[in-house]
């Protein structure tokens, strides 16, 4: 009886012991594996893009945002999605459409440019890039702001530096992210 009872216990022991092994591994509470990605998918435009797994998703009401993602409260992305009621725009057409993208970001009489407007095409889109500060004192920043456009649609990627001071350091992990997007499908 006491090498049964002895038996049990070992063996109730060596459950705890591989049920935990089993449980670790799967813990949703782990933090993700520095490098790890999460890949976004907008079911209007059927576009995708895939930010680092550490960032926080967050909610916005504007039904327009289709993405908000912090890695920090300095550091974000935000993915709007317009109807703009243009007609297809291509690689050919780019040019005409530069005032319109133009006017949306003078919209903001606050953003002012660090460079030139760069055409460009993302993830199979055509658009313009542009690179800009915004604000002063406390409630500055910068953005790289991107105008993509696709079936009718504006999609803007917003990625945000605070203080603008930041841009610079933060760039090369934007422009990583920007690498991720997928516009074809």
Avoid: C
């Avoid at 606050?110 to 658009?127: K, N, V």
């Amino acid at each position: 009886m006491v090498a049964g009872g002895l038996a049990a216990i070992l063996a109730l022991a060596g459950g705890v012991v591989l049920g935990r092994k089993v449980i670790e591994g799967k813990d949703p509470q782990q933090p993700p594996r520095a490098g790890q990605l999460t890949r976004f998918q907008e079911p209007i435009t059927r576009v995708s893009i895939a930010y680092p797994a550490s960032w926080t998703r967050l909610r916005s009401s504007d039904l327009e945002i289709r993405l908000l993602v912090a890695a920090d409260p300095s550091t974000s992305l935000l993915m709007r999605v317009t109807k703009t009621g243009l007609a297809t725009v291509t690689s050919r057409s780019l040019p005409v459409v530069k005032s319109y993208t133009d006017a949306l970001l003078k919209q903001d009489t606050r953003a002012r440019q660090l460079s030139a407007p760069a055409a460009i095409d993302l993830g199979g889109l055509p658009g313009w890039r542009y690179r800009y500060t915004y604000g002063a004192d406390d409630t500055s920043g910068a953005h790289v702001h991107y105008f993509l456009f696709k079936d009718g649609r504006l999609i803007q990627l917003v990625f945000q530096a605070v203080p603008p001071s930041r841009l610079n350091a933060l760039e090369p992990t934007f422009d990583r992210i920007a690498g991720t997007f997928r516009g074809a499908g």
